[in-house]
């Protein structure tokens, strides 16, 4: 509901012969809060200003039709965010407690005005197969050469970026209860909302609707925050629509996380902790949660010393892309990954990851992958669907693992698909988890098994349906690399299935029971196992 009365109207304060309105909301906060604090008004209209410091127990509240937008000329802006391009922040509170930006108006960040819309991310090079999105030059992708090559075109790649734009537009440093309510937030050049070194954050009703191809524009960015709830939001960004991390410098806990009822869409993901993760990011609930046409649905990017633990994923319905260019991600609904992000990383690990109730629609499998050196433990799929189709984008960037950015491992390489690939973890459960392949579409030659595990220690699969992705591929449905302690039991292989199960290398096969094998030609490497209660192939 909007303020009944505000004696700190920024009109007020406003001289109707200036361009900028900086000094305006600046005094009015100022005012506002100096008087022991209450409500900014910002009244029906447009409103230019360079960067504004929000101030303890102060509201700013935009009335419907009020509109607030970034100045063009950097001089505008005092304080300077320490990152890769030094940008200029746009309204910042910074050690203040009690501050809250509500109402029905919204900011214009005008992404589409300092942007070079016009001109695609340069830098690539087809010699040395290097770009600036891809963190350390020559890959091994299935493309060679012609992997991000521009003779094919540059549509739907991100665009260039300009010699200034501001950001972070909305910079929240070591704060404490700050609300974030009911705003239109649209087309920011840089990040959003951005929190660091902040407990008690409430972010609800807010809609984000930021460029597609405008780079850096995450919708909502938690760093070394505690205390956060996220909901009824609708964020759509090039970059990551939410993003957790944590730092170094302040090495501090990021955890206490619930985002609900939201709506996201990104180019980048939807969901993603990462890739800062020096610290602790724990204790995070996802419910309610719809994934709209994003390049990456659910997301950890673990590359740090840091630990990423007790995270449930539940009643999520996600729809994934491939795009083309030389975006981070392949179309993946869920992602997890931990690798040394370079050769003076002491590694954390990951555990206690449950992603629950799950329907997607994608263009590439889920993935779980450890380097040699992880520590990926206790990883739950359950009553999780996954329905892969083919892309149009399979010839220019598909077939490939995604593992940007590191230094230490290659980040792009070349390796079949299946519906879900887990490697290097262990304590995995998949319980009831369905792979359906797109049988009308175009499924390239690299979609493989349906699941396939490569040295993982302790699996469980229970109650998997699925088959292989091509029915007249000798693929197994169920592929076991490098696997110990394996049960399977209460899986159903559907029609079209070649072989159920092959293994390869495995150790500790205990179980294999209550398996529905009818639908299938063979059933594959199970002589090893304790079998009981199987309905075999005809």
Known sequence: MP????????????????????EAFQTAIDDCSESGGGTVTVPSGTYIVGTVHLRSNVTLYLEAG???????????????FIGPDDERIFFLAEDVENVTIAGEGEFDGLGTEFMRMDTPIQGHSN???????????????????????????????????????????????????????????????????????????????????????????????????????????TIQSCDDSITF????????????????????????????????TDDTIRDCLFQNIVVQESNRGLGIQHRDSGVVENVLFTDIVVNSNMLPGPWWGKGEPIYVTSVPRDDDTDLGGIRNVRFSNIVARSENGALVYGSEDSDIETIEFDNVRIELTGSDHA????????????????PIFTNDIAGVHVENARDVT??????????????????????????????????????????????????????????????????????????????????FVNND???AADAGDVESFERSGNALPR
């Open 66 to 80: 009020a509109v607030v937008s970034p100045a063009k000329d950097e001089s505008e802006y005092t304080d300077k």
């Open 395 to 410: 010839d220019e960037v598909g077939g490939n693992f995604d593992l940007q950015p590191s230094s230490v491992v290659t």
């Open 127 to 233: 010699e040395s197969a290097s770009h600036p999105l891809i963190s350390n030059g020559p890959h091994e992708a299935r493309q060679g050469d012609a992997y991000l090559s521009r003779t094919g075109g540059t549509e739907g790649w991100p665009v260039a970026k300009p010699d200034f734009r501001p950001g972070p537009m909305f910079r929240f440093n070591n704060c404490t209860n700050v609300r974030v309510r009911d705003v239109t937030i649209r087309d920011m050049p840089a990040w959003t909302l951005s929190f660091h070194g902040t407990e008690e954050v409430d972010i609800r009703g807010v809609d984000i609707l930021n460029h597609l191809l405008i780079p850096n524009c995450d919708g909502i960015a938690l760093g070394d925050t505690r205390n956060v709830h996220i909901s009824d939001c």
């Open 430 to 511: 998949m319980r009831d988890v369905t792979v359906e392949w797109d049988d009308d579409g175009d499924l390239a030659d690299y979609y493989r098994s349906g699941l396939a595990c490569e040295g993982v220690d302790d699996l469980l699969v229970d109650g998997f349906v699925g088959r292989q992705a091509h029915r007249d591929d000798d693929t197994a449905a169920i592929s076991l690399v490098d696997t110990a302690d394996i049960t399977v039991r209460n899986a159903r292989a559907t029609e079209g299935t070649g072989t159920f199960l092959s293994l390869s290398n495995t150790t500790g096969e205990r179980l």
């Open 517 to 519: 094998l009818v639908d």
């Open 245 to 276: 991390g944590a730092r170094p410098d302040e090495p501090t806990t990021c955890e206490g996380i619930v985002v609900t009822n939201c709506t996201l869409r990104s180019s980048a993901c939807a969901i993603k902790f990462g890739s800062g």
């Open 3 to 22: 303020p009944t009365a505000s004696a700190f109207d920024v009109t007020a304060y406003a001289n109707e012969t200036d361009d900028l309105q900086t």
